[in-house]
């Protein structure tokens, strides 16, 4: 094993010094801030996946029996939110039946206010999504002992809103993500260093992958490309089949280890496995569009070509940054570093990228698109940020060039930052926004003609509006530019006879842009059956004419 670890180190594939305190220091600093203004900020409303979490807890604390009895999921986000739910069991004397009326009160009122429970969950996900940050950090290090490229990925990813809110919800993406991350972790240390150990570490992670939701165990994938890396580009390359064999004993040890994990996240595989087949084939129905599934209807793509688009737009547009020009900078700086690593470091791409790669080639070719099931590529995205940061800073370019690239990356992520202070401002101010005042405000400081749905129309009051601000509402949508809707007036247009829910718009970037008072919980654009606060979005006319049949 150690000759086998050694020529793979003499091929050049790197094992660094343990990672600086400097850096330490820096990633606790950020996951402290990240879980602080998540702290902050985990009342913000209502999420669809609440209901599901809340009733499997509700069904456990009535019956006494551990099971959550539904399986869209796998479990271990259930047992996640089963332990938050101590301090409120413990609040109530540990007696199971008033928690149970407690949640049954709060699921008839539909779970607003929150329970404690609920919130207790939330920060629970947070706590652990948020880990993340830490094998970003040390992925990015592993990859290029570089203190820079260490420190810039764990800040890229602690600053995309994607995550940031994805976190936050009960739902199980940015939970899997995490561990995902770390399965690739240990697969690329058991690359280097032959270990069993390591090995075991990747397949444990795996399995908690896969128990938090089921995409999660193609992390295994990594584990695959470090045994065939080991066996294959050693000393016991010479005799293959020998090398074929054991690669198959090493991935078989893996996969037992991971199923393994994922039954004991997922007891009900084993207790109620009618349940549990039930509720698989009914999510793979739904998400090969077959079946009723109203309420994602504006989710539905077309499989393939069509969904790959939007994916990457998604990522490449929205992933690293809410605006889309930082964005696409921060994309960019992802694919030079992506390249540069290709290019010096075959196996640590491999390892790297395997994982994201054959994620999204199952996901493509699903016709339902919800991007919260592609917050596992962020943090590899940011990974690929921080490396082309530091493939930047070592060019041998002009130093003007080299300060102007540099500051343009630390503008960028300024950027984020008063973005992400401004969106979790905008929740934790939330019950006091005024809607019609920042109506009015968008109104009079706009430069364009502007139309007003029936909704926003009433509680703006135009008559209170200066003359100047008058002359820019258009009498009818087709002469403006943009349309100010309310919620309101969005579910208006679905009841009309008709209308089909499919003709509502997703999964593209600004096409329901909030107002600036927000609230910003969510990225609306992506999410526009959200059933958050009220507020203002705005919208192009012609979109808005095609809702309302005016076209």
């Known amino acids: 094993m150690n000759s086998q670890a050694t020529s793979i180190a003499e091929r050049g594939a790197f094992d660094p010094l343990p990672l600086p305190r400097g850096v330490w220091a820096f990633m606790i600093a950020?996951?402290?801030?990240?879980?602080?203004?998540?702290?902050?900020?985990?009342?913000?409303?209502?999420?669809?996946?609440?209901?599901?979490?809340?009733?499997?807890?509700?069904?456990?604390f009535e019956s006494g029996v551990p099971l959550p009895r539904t399986y869209h999921y796998p479990s271990f986000g259930y047992l996640v939110s089963l332990f938050a739910s101590v301090p409120s069991w413990a609040a109530h004397g540990f007696d199971r039946a008033a928690v149970a009326a407690e949640l049954d009160a709060a699921l008839a009122a539909g779970l607003l206010p929150p329970p404690r429970v609920l919130l207790d969950a939330r920060m629970a996900f947070c706590a652990l999504s948020y880990l993340a940050l830490f094998w970003t950090g040390l992925l990015a290090w592993r990859l290029s002992a570089s203190r820079l490229a260490a420190c810039a990925a764990a800040l890229a990813l602690a600053l995309s809103f994607e995550f940031h809110y994805h976190s936050r919800i009960l739902a199980p993406d940015a939970l899997m993500a995490q561990f995902v991350l770390l399965s690739v972790l240990c697969a690329q240390r058991y690359a280097h260093s032959a270990r069993?150990?390591?090995?075991?570490?990747a397949a444990i992670a795996a399995g908690l992958a896969a128990g938090t939701k089921f995409p999660g165990a193609l992390a295994l994938i990594a584990v695959g490309v470090a045994a065939l890396a080991i066996e294959f580009c050693g000393p016991a390359a010479v005799n293959r089949v020998r090398s074929f064999w054991r690669t198959v004993r090493s991935c078989a040890l893996a996969l037992a280890v991971l199923l393994g994990v994922f039954l004991l996240t997922t007891p009900g595989v084993l207790f109620d496995f009618e349940l549990v087949a039930k509720d698989i084939a009914i999510e793979l129905r739904h998400y090969r569009g077959e079946g009723s599934a109203g309420s994602h209807a504006p989710y539905a793509v077309v499989a393939g070509l069509d969904h790959l688009q939007r994916l990457a737009v998604y990522v490449a547009g929205q992933g690293l940054s809410h605006w889309i020009p930082v964005a696409l900078f921060l994309f960019a700086l992802g694919a030079f570093g992506a390249v540069q690593l290709a290019r010096r470091d075959q196996l640590?791409?491999?390892?790297?990228?395997?994982?994201?790669?054959?994620?999204?080639?199952?996901?493509?070719?699903?016709?339902?698109?919800?991007v919260r099931n592609f917050e596992v590529l962020l943090p590899f995205l940011?990974?690929?940020a921080g490396l082309g940061l530091r493939e930047l800073a070592a060019l041998r370019v002009a130093r003007p060039i080299k300060i102007a690239t540099l500051l343009a990356v630390a503008l960028a992520f300024s950027w984020n930052t008063l973005f992400l202070v401004r969106a979790d401002a905008s929740v934790l101010d939330r019950k006091n926004l005024d809607t019609a005042a920042g109506l009015r405000s968008y109104v009079e400081s706009s430069r364009e003609t502007i139309f007003l749905a029936p909704r926003a129309r009433e509680l703006l009051?135009?008559?209170?509006?200066?003359?100047?601000?008058?002359?820019?509402?258009?009498?009818?949508?087709?002469?403006?530019?943009?349309?100010?809707v309310l919620q309101s007036d969005l579910a208006d247009l679905l009841a009309r006879p008709g209308f089909s829910k499919l003709d509502l718009r997703a999964n593209w970037p600004g096409i329901y842009e909030p107002l600036p008072q927000g609230p910003w919980e969510v990225n609306f654009s992506y999410y526009p059956t959200w059933r958050g606060d009220p507020r203002a979005l705005r919208i192009t006319s012609e979109y808005y004419c095609r809702l309302a049949g005016l076209n």
Not at 463 to 476: F, H, M, T, V, Y
Request: aromatic share 12%; hydrophobic share 50%.
């Open 30 to 60: 950020l996951y402290v801030i990240c879980l602080g203004s998540s702290f902050l900020t985990r009342d913000f409303g209502f999420c669809f996946d609440d209901k599901i979490h809340i009733g499997a807890l509700r069904a456990t």
């Open 196 to 201: 069993r150990r390591d090995l075991i570490g």
């Open 461 to 484: 009051e135009t008559g209170r509006l200066p003359a100047g601000s008058a002359r820019k509402l258009a009498a009818d949508p087709h002469d403006a530019r943009y349309v100010l």
């Open 348 to 370: 640590g791409a491999a390892l790297l990228f395997a994982v994201p790669a054959i994620y999204v080639s199952y996901f493509v070719y699903q016709r339902l698109m919800v």
């Open 382 to 384: 940011a990974i690929a």
